[in-house]
């Protein structure tokens, strides 16, 4: 059996009991779609996103500057601890 893979991504939401796509399409009536659900939650409170954002912000600036680690650095001190 081969797979091919192609993603459209459309928006939508649950109607009694039902999916309902918000956005058109044109695919034909009869269309077959398989539906994943996306978790786009986390349990992070504003302030810990916030903080994240940062840290995450700092750690492009610095690889940006030159200052990261290769990969295979990190991977040999993580794999000696």
């Given at each position: 059996m081969q797979y091919i893979w192609s993603v459209t991504i459309l928006r939508g939401h649950v109607k009694s009991g039902r999916i309902v796509v918000d956005d058109?399409?044109?695919?034909?009536?009869?269309?077959?779609?398989?539906?994943?659900?996306?978790?786009?939650?986390?349990?992070?409170?504003?302030?810990?996103?916030a903080e994240l954002d940062a840290s995450i912000d700092r750690g492009l600036v610095q690889a940006d500057n030159g200052e990261g680690s290769p990969a295979a650095d990190v991977l040999r001190r993580l794999r000696a601890l």
């Open positions: 058109p399409t044109d695919l034909p009536d009869g269309t077959a779609v398989s539906l994943a659900l996306l978790d786009e939650g986390d349990e992070l409170s504003a302030e810990d996103r």
